[in-house]
Nanobody, 126 residues
Framework: QVQLVESGGGSVQYGESLRLSCVAS????????VGWFRQAPGKEREGVAA????????YADDSVKDRFTISQDSAGNTLYLQMNSLKPEDTAMYYC???????????????????WGQGTQVTVSS
């Protein structure tokens, strides 16, 4: 049984940093595409950052790319999202997700991801 468990969320001030982790069991994250998604109240879930099977990374936009870094350990057990210079608009529930294969175009599309964690809350105050 595949299980993804996120941790590392919390309440921080504008400009501070957080590192999210997603530990996988029953599945090797490096065997497919993996990503971080977030959902703020009243908004749709959106892709934040993702890694393709071949190591190519994608970020939601330049603002995220300049401040966030997605990575995973070589064993394929843990996915990370280092978030620096956090802003209030980053406030959301953050989820990690995995799928066995995807195209580059589908990396940040939530539909198609098979496995999801329960989420970890990130709150940034100004």
């Amino acid at each position: 049984q595949v299980q993804l468990v996120e941790s590392g969320g919390g309440s921080v001030q504008y400009g501070e940093s957080l590192r999210l982790s997603c530990v996988a069991s029953g599945y090797t994250l490096t065997s497919g595409c993996v990503g971080w998604f977030r959902q703020a109240p009243g908004k749709e879930r959106e892709g934040v950052a993702a890694i393709h099977t071949d190591g190519v990374t994608r970020y939601a936009d330049d603002s995220v790319k300049d401040r966030f870094t997605i990575s995973q350990d070589s064993a394929g057990n843990t996915l990370y999202l280092q978030m620096n210079s956090l802003k209030p608009e980053d406030t959301a529930m953050y989820y990690c997700a995995a799928r066995t294969w995807c195209t580059y175009r589908a990396l940040l599309q939530s539909q198609g991801y098979t496995y999801w964690g329960q989420g970890t809350q990130v709150t940034v105050s100004s």
